[in-house]
């Protein structure tokens, strides 16, 4: 298991068929996940590093111009696939809300937080995820960027 990572907890309620979790398991802060939003069609953009701000909640950040951020401001269920070390395979499926129109330091970002009502645990005894999806970030500005849109994630997440 990767280092920060906690195994998942399986609700009572959970059938061979389908099973859930009960809350969101921890990930690694590296993690690339998957948002997919409707307009009816589904569409499904990368996100980086979302944030865990509790059992049943996620923080992203999302550029101003997404389309992905028009979409969910006009169907806020979405879906979000998160694909992590530590074995960490699992669709959260909830309602997105916009908390921030711009963050601080990244104006051109706005914070998501989604509110999460079901956790698909995609988990399989076959095989485990070891590592999740991986990108290497060209612009170190761009790094730099990212690390600070999630310190501010994280501290909004411990509010």
Known sequence: MAAGAR?????????????????LP?????TIA????????PHAIPVSWPVRAGD??????LKFDRGSLARLRDQPDVALLILGGGNVALCARG???VVAESMPDASDYAAVRIDVDTIDDHRQSAFAVAQGIERTVLDAQELHALEGRVSTLRAWADK
């Open 7 to 23: 195994p998942a907890q399986r609700q009572d309620h959970s059938t061979e068929d389908h099973p859930v979790l009960d809350v």
């Open 26 to 30: 921890e990930w690694p802060q590296e």
């Open 56 to 61: 049943r909640q996620v923080l992203l950040s």
């Open 95 to 97: 309602t997105a809300t």
């Open 34 to 41: 998957v948002l997919v939003t409707t307009d009816p069609a």
